[in-house]
Structure formats: C-alpha cells, structure tokens
C-alpha cells in the first residue's frame, strides 16, 4: 500500500528550526545591541577618564613646569622624552604640551614640534584656565582629546597640555570590545539551530515521522472510521482512562467521558477477565447496565509495549432479532413441510375414497379437514399480524402436534399489526418460546393426563398493555422451584440450563412489565405476563 504524500512549503523540523532560529536571533540582536551600547559607553567614559587622568600628570609635572618657561622647543628635549614616556604608559596617540603662544614642546610628530598649534580656536578655551574636551581634526586625523591648563609654583598659567586618541585607536579599542560580544551572539545563534534541528528530530520521531497536517488529517480519517463502524468502540489506557469512543458506544452507555476512568461496573464487565492478560476475547455476551452485549476485547500492543485495551460492542438484541426472525421463518417452513406431508396424506385418502365411489364419505372428510385446519390455523392467521411471530407460533403448534400435545391459541388472541414492531416481536418471540417450551416439558413429564397447552395474547388498547398467558395441565410447580425458576443457571434438568425464564423475566423487567405463576387445580400451571408498549428501555425512546 502506497503511504499518501503530504506536500507543504515547509516540514515541521524545518518549521521549528526557522522559529527558534528566528527567537534566538531576534533575543541575540537585541541583548547584543544593549550590551554593545553599554560597552561603547564604558569605553567612552574609560577613555575619558583615561586622557584626563593622563593630562593632570602632564599638567602638574615638574619636568614639564620647569622646562616649558626656560627651555626652548626642541625635538630631543626634556619635555618631548617625557611626555613619549607617559604616552606609552598610558596608551593614548598623542600628548601635545604648548606655551601661552600655543608653540609646541611635544609631539609624537617631531616636525611640527616648535611650530603652533594647529587648532588654536579650540586650544584658546583654555587659556581662561579651563579643562574641556573636544572633537576636532588635528596633524593626526580625527580624534577625541582634552586640553588642560599647565600652572607654575605661583599659580600663573604658563601652558597647555592637549591629551588625546584618534578615531582610529578608538574605533580599535571598541571593535576588540565588541568582539567577544559578536562572537557569543554567533556562537548562542549556532546553539539555537542545533537545539532546533534536535527538537525537531526528536518531535518528529514522537510523531512517527508525520506531520501535523498528516495527524489532523489521519485523526479526522480514524474518526469517521470509528463513528461509521456498525459496533461501538471503547478504548482505555492501563489506568483505565478512556482513549476513545465512538457514536455506537456513546449511545450505548452516555456517560463516557475522555480522560476519565471508566466506571467499575463497566470496566469490569468489558475488561475485568481480559485487562491484565494479553489474550484477546471475541463474541462473548456480556450483561451490563440492563443490557445485552456482544462483546469482542484485545489488548493495545505497540513496540511491545501494552497500551490499554479496547472492546467492540454490538447489542445483542439486533442479532438476537436477526436470529428470531430466521429461527420464526425456519419453524414457518417446517410447519409448511409438515403441513404438506399431511395433506398429501390426506390426499391420498380422498383418491382413495373416490376410487370407491364413497363420495358422501369424501365430502364428510373435506369438511372435517378443512374445520382442523381453521380450528389450529385459521385465529393464528388472522389475529397475530406479525410474521415472525406467526411463523413462530406455526412452528410451535407443529411441534407440540408431532409430540402429541394439545396446543391451542384461543380464538380471541389478538396482535394488531400497528403495535407489532420489530422490537416487540423479538421480546415477543424471548417469551413466548420459553413459556411454550417450559409447558411442553411440564406436560410431557407428566403421563397421567392428555397434554394441553392454552395460549392467549391480548391487546388493552386503551392502556396500552399486551396480556400473555401460556397454561398448561402438567405436573405444577413446587414452593422451592417457584421461589428460584426465574434466576439465571437455576434449573431443574441439569447442566448448561436455566436460561429460558431468566430471560423471560429479563424481557419483562426491561419493559416494566409484570409477571406471575400460579399453580392450578387440580394440576397445571400459568404464567401471565403484562408488557406495556409505552416507557420501553429495549426500543428506545421514540
């Protein structure tokens, strides 16, 4: 069987991948970006303060005080290795110390050292004795400096000192700051597509390999499977939780709910045999909640592993009818059969009588014949409308004629064809076969009398009520029989009985019906039975 493609733009792993790398990356930028402006922040502060801390040196050496007013600018002076000194140490581009004329005494390039400086509007702020910090071009490029008035012992300004770091030294500094940063972002950005792509991996082995789609559209698939099937379904896990249930099994029993666990007296009848071993049942009736059940059970096996166990259920009530309603066709047949081998017989004997010329006595022969058959069939014919109960009785009637029992139905029996459901006929056909069958037993253990049974069904029209009763003249029943016969495997003819009237009493209770024995005299019993056609658990509500 070839497996049904599923094409989309995207796979769920690779879905999940995108998604994560998505938030990682997104999470990354932003915190990269914060923290990159934090650090860019820091740097700028240290190096403020770094070119500051460095011109208060400057501005407040002694070698530098001593000989800015007594010396001349020179390439090798005292001031120009100084300052070279300092501007190792502390790590900046360049220290510039100038006079009140703003001539150079330092310079990290020496050729302008004795020439003046070549920014003086900037360099004239602080000839009022001001410290101020500055963005502007220089001999060295764009940088960022300081400049900071230069005093002597008497506290009269004398100089400047100009301290500072170019563009590219800063730029420099910042990027060997920013790259642990960028690096870290990558390295959480290869992380997350690793996660991703092993979440993805191992959601897709839960899945079975499918994508959601592919379960939406299985799990709708398995649903109308379920609900379609003719039996019901019920599912548990091994905490007898249920899993699932179909249509069928929610209208056999309302009150499943999934995820809770299954009511006792359910599980127990569903499940109680079969639930902790790994063998399956199949076609077993079960009686639970006042209902008959066809029941089937397997355990849910998957890798070796038991998942739960599930239960096909079908009322046994449709194939109890599919079985009355052949079994009330196959008696009708025999009765038929019987029926034709006697009229050939009696064919045969008008032949016979005619070949005598006897005619009187074939006229005499016809109408008793004919007055027998209306006598046993005529009432069954046109008072029980139901087919399947009339074929029922047909063949009843033929039984208890070849076993020698008298069976009559009264004439005023009576089964309207309007109340004659289907439903009803085979509740009908539960009792009625029991009844006939047990009086036929009580007659034939009985030798010292001539075995008869009477039947009566009647309809109350007005309330609504068919009235059964089956009388027999056979040996009756004892206080200690009586007190039991209606209970299931109680009985008095051995094993593997004591069926029939549990199930008559069975039938009766679920249409709220009522049932009675009474011992006749001289001998004899009768069972009446009442089943009301309205209020009826087997049909349903209507």
Known sequence: MQKKSYHHKWSLRTTIILVVLLTVATSLSIAALLVLHNVVQTQQRNIKQNIRSTATIVATSTVVKDNLTTKQPSAHGDIQRYTKRIQRATHVDFIVVMNRRLIRYSHPDTRVIGHRFSSPNDATKSLTGHTHFSRETGVLGNGYRIFTPIYNARHQQIGIVCVGLTERS??????????????????GLISGIIAAWLLGTHIRRRLLGMEPQEIATRVTELSVINDSMSEGLIAIDQQRRLITANDIANELFPTLTIGDPLDDDLFNALFGQTFKGSKSTINESVLVQSKELIVSTSPLISAGKRLGSMALLRDRSEYQLLADQLAGTTQYIQALRAQTHEFLNKLQAVSGLIELHQYDEVQRFITNTSADYQAQFGNLNNHIQSPAVAGFLMGKLNQAHEQQVAFTITPDSLLPKQVASEALSVDLIKVLGNLIDNAIDAVNNDDNVKSEIT??????????????????????????????????????????????????KQVVDARNGYLSVTNNRPQGTTFYVELPLYNQKSEGDD
């Open 170 to 187: 800063i730029n420099s500094e910042t990027r060997s700051a920013e790259l642990p940063i960028v690096i870290g972002s990558l390295l």
């Open 455 to 504: 039947l009566s069904i009647n309809y109350d029209d007005e309330s609504n009520i068919l009235v059964i009763e089956v009388t027999d003249n056979g040996c009756g029943i004892s206080k200690e029989v009586k007190a039991h016969m209606f209970e299931q495997h109680y009985s008095t003819k051995g094993r593997d009985r004591g069926y029939g009237l549990a199930l008559v």
